[in-house]
């Protein structure tokens, strides 16, 4: 089976890419900075209101993966919540001042997680060495890694990603993320031997706000958002189905 994970900013997203065939979602805030944890008012809404697998992101700024004790500490109170409130997995990622994962820290985070399922997100793009990396992540019990394969989007790094795919050996999923889209899923699929794919699909959503006399920003960052298009979702449900026979 192909699946596709979406990256939704809200609930409104979340419930659209659920419509429109997605698989599961990773559910964050603030995606121009890579995405942080939504607030507990949206996790709640979302986790009553969708079917599907939900997973949202730990993370509690944008910025590098290498965390204070405090943020730490965030990071756990966050998880805690995330299981009280039902929900299928968490996405987080940690590591240390040299670049590799930060053993000692995610296995607090997967024992706080308790019977969640444990994806390691693009952190693992900030890696200094990803064969190591891998191999650290299956031994801590991870069930999945987001990565671009250390470049900007996956089809600049789907050749690194083919060689994780075959290292890894069905021990873990190596879920290609950043820039997939319908016109190059297909050449991902046939070329990683991937068999989970992440995006946000999102497109432009522009404000319903009449009156737009402001002096404190552009009209670009004040009445122009970003949503889960359904078109899209639905064009890359239909390749992986077609993957999927």
């Given at each position: 089976?192909?699946r596709i994970e979406i990256c939704a900013n809200s609930v409104r997203s979340?419930?659209?890419?659920?419509?429109?065939?997605?698989?599961?979602?990773?559910?964050?805030?603030?995606?121009?900075?890579?995405?942080?944890?939504?607030?507990?008012?949206?996790?709640?809404?979302?986790?009553?209101?969708?079917?599907?697998?939900?997973?949202?992101?730990?993370?509690?700024?944008?910025?590098?993966?290498?965390?204070?004790?405090?943020?730490?500490?965030?990071?756990?109170?966050?998880?805690?919540?995330?299981?009280?409130?039902?929900?299928?997995?968490?996405?987080?990622?940690?590591?240390?001042?040299?670049?590799?994962?930060?053993?000692?820290?995610?296995?607090?985070?997967?024992?706080?997680?308790?019977?969640?399922?444990?994806?390691?997100?693009?952190?693992?793009?900030?890696?200094?060495?990803?064969?190591?990396?891998?191999?650290?992540?299956?031994?801590?019990?991870?069930?999945?890694?987001?990565?671009?394969?250390l470049e900007a989007d996956v089809v600049s790094g789907a050749d690194l990603?083919?060689?994780?795919?075959?290292?890894?050996?069905?021990?873990?999923?190596?879920?290609?993320?950043?820039?997939?889209?319908?016109?190059?899923?297909?050449?991902?699929?046939?070329?990683?031997?991937?068999?989970?794919?992440?995006?946000?699909?999102?497109?432009?959503?522009?404000?319903?706000?009449?009156?737009?006399?402001?002096?404190?920003?552009s009209k670009a960052e004040e009445f122009m958002t970003e949503q889960t298009?359904?078109?899209?979702?639905?064009?890359?449900?239909?390749?992986?189905?077609?993957?999927?026979?």
């Amino acid at each position: 089976m192909i699946r596709i994970e979406i990256c939704a900013n809200s609930v409104r997203s979340a419930l659209i890419a659920q419509e429109a065939g997605a698989y599961r979602i990773e559910f964050c805030d603030n995606l121009k900075e890579g995405g942080t944890t939504p607030s507990f008012g949206q996790i709640a809404l979302a986790r009553q209101q969708l079917n599907i697998k939900l997973y949202p992101i730990i993370r509690p700024r944008g910025g590098d993966f290498l965390y204070t004790d405090l943020e730490f500490e965030v990071m756990k109170k966050d998880i805690e919540q995330c299981l009280a409130l039902g929900c299928d997995g968490v996405v987080f990622g940690v590591l240390d001042a040299n670049g590799r994962v930060d053993k000692p820290r995610c296995e607090q985070l997967i024992k706080a997680a308790g019977k969640m399922g444990v994806t390691f997100h693009r952190a693992f793009d900030r890696c200094s060495d990803p064969f190591e990396a891998l191999e650290d992540i299956i031994e801590l019990g991870f069930e999945r890694i987001l990565t671009s394969g250390l470049e900007a989007d996956v089809v600049s790094g789907a050749d690194l990603i083919a060689r994780l795919v075959k290292q890894a050996a069905g021990r873990i999923q190596i879920m290609p993320g950043a820039g997939v889209k319908p016109e190059n899923l297909a050449h991902l699929i046939e070329m990683t031997k991937a068999t989970e794919y992440h995006t946000t699909a999102k497109g432009p959503l522009e404000s319903e706000m009449a009156y737009r006399e402001v002096r404190t920003g552009s009209k670009a960052e004040e009445f122009m958002t970003e949503q889960t298009d359904p078109d899209t979702v639905s064009a890359l449900v239909q390749i992986a189905e077609k993957y999927s026979l």
